[in-house]
């Protein structure tokens, strides 16, 4: 009998199964019986499963077959139903149970997604997360909550959803009184997390509390608190006044728009604050003010910084130059920055043209950097029709293969590692031009797990 595709042996074909892509693997059962019996039987071993609440029959197929292998689990809300995200809560999520050892668990909310500031916040159901935080005490490192709160539990009926949610909190408690202690673990709960793991926590800054921080604080190994700032409701942010010795702090600007920034370096970057990391994704500007804030009052705390756009979809000139704010286009505000921030490790800009020797200057300045992403980078001074240091946007029709040979190994000559301008082929979706919203929600996870 002759051996065709059909008929492959399972053990080789789990082999080759092993080396697929989620979405691969989803197009595989489609190719017989044999491959699809071969997927169900093997338990596939992928690490990072993406699962959309609004498509909940193939999130509940992904969740079976992947389920007890799953290190990374990253669920989008992009629904406003309410329907939808109970029946996901209530039946897929506790099957996450079963998972041997999960890293990561992430939540984000449709007003990222969607990129509507006035979409409803999805609250998450408080019983079933935080148990399925505390049963994977020895090896969750990271929890994500964008978008999304922390629900208040009304009674205990949640704990019985599902049998391994009854039996992993049953020594948890829950308040259903509404508490700021509460905003994002329940601080009754905490003394039991004295073996945890987790590393890195993910809010949204309007939740940020003199009491969430506190409760926070009990956790042993919490290193990083990340907060995220969107473009939502409410558009104005409390200040906040850190206490001494707090955590270290990464703050990510997302899709806000250039009247905002103003108002969150009046708030949120304030004295006391431990900055180590700031990303700036997918705001359309270069807000020059705030790189002078950062070299000020983080020079000795910053090792992050990242600023990504999309290509400008026009390709008249007249877009080119980001338009100026109150700034002294004499001096080259990214080079004073890498110069003074002397913790600096990782620089990442992509949407926005750099003249090389402001490169070389940087990689001169700053022998601290470990990584070093640039996309756009020009020869000639005046290439663009200007020879300041005004900010110049990648426009669509622009070449970004243009620097020589010869000043990349210039370059190289002061850097610890081999650099090369990262090619648009390169590029993630996100920062090409057409990119969709579930691109742009992609890459936010990928930064975010950085």
């Not at 308040?175 to 987790?198: A, H, P, Q, Y």
């Not at 005046?382 to 020879?387: K, L, M, P, R, V």
Request: glycine letters at 2%; one cysteine or more; aromatic letters at 10%.
């Amino acid at each position: 009998m002759s051996v065709g595709w059909a008929n492959l042996p399972i053990l080789p074909l789990r082999c080759i199964l092993e080396h697929l892509s989620v979405n691969d693997a989803l197009a595989a059962t489609s190719t017989c019986q044999h491959w699809r019996s071969a997927i169900l039987l093997y338990e596939g071993h992928k690490e990072v499963i993406k699962l959309s609440v609004k498509n909940i029959e193939k999130s509940m197929f992904l969740t079976r077959i992947f389920k007890k292998y799953t290190k990374h689990l990253h669920i989008y809300i992009d629904t406003t139903v309410v329907e939808e995200f109970v029946s996901f809560m209530n039946y897929i999520l506790p099957l996450y149970f079963d998972t041997i050892n999960l890293n990561e668990l992430a939540f984000l909310g449709p007003s990222y997604i969607l990129k509507n500031p006035n979409v409803p916040i999805p609250q998450l159901q408080r019983i079933i997360v935080e148990t399925l935080v505390f049963k994977n005490l020895h090896s969750l490192q990271r929890l994500l909550l964008t978008g999304c709160e922390m629900g208040t539990p009304k009674n205990e009926n949640d704990r019985y959803v599902h049998k391994n949610v009854e039996y992993y909190s049953r020594p948890l408690t829950f308040s259903t009184k509404r508490c700021l202690d509460d905003t994002i673990l329940s601080r009754s709960n905490v003394g039991l997390m004295m073996f945890s793991k987790l590393q890195s926590i993910v809010i949204d800054y309007e939740y940020l509390s003199s009491a969430a921080v506190n409760t926070l604080s009990r956790l042993p190994e919490l290193a990083l608190l990340t907060l995220n700032i969107g473009h939502k409701r409410p558009l104005s942010l409390p200040r906040f006044e850190w206490p001494p010795e707090t955590l270290n702090v990464a703050i990510n600007v997302i899709s806000v728009p250039l009247d905002r920034f103003n108002d969150i370096i009046e708030h949120v970057f304030v004295r006391g604050l431990l900055l180590v990391s700031l990303k700036v994704m997918f705001c359309k500007t270069f807000h020059v003010p705030l790189l002078s804030h950062l070299s000020r009052l983080y020079k000795s705390t910053l090792q992050e910084f990242v600023w990504v756009d999309a290509p400008c979809i026009s390709t008249t000139p007249f877009y080119r130059v980001v338009k100026p704010e109150l700034y002294d286009v004499c001096v080259n505000h990214i080079l004073l920055m890498c110069w003074q921030c002397v913790q600096l490790r990782r620089l990442v800009i992509h949407g926005y043209w750099l003249w090389q020797y402001d490169v070389l200057g940087i990689v001169r300045l700053r022998r601290s950097l470990e990584r070093l992403e640039l996309s756009a980078v020009y020869g000639q001074q005046n290439h663009f029709g200007t020879a300041d240091n005004r900010v110049l946007r990648v426009l669509a029709n622009d070449d970004l293969d243009i620097l020589e040979a010869q000043y990349i190994e210039k370059i190289n000559e002061h850097t610890q590692f081999k650099w090369a301008p990262t090619t648009y082929e390169a590029l993630p979706p996100a920062l090409k031009l057409n990119a969709t919203s579930q691109d742009r929600a992609d890459y936010y996870m990928r930064e975010t797990s950085i």
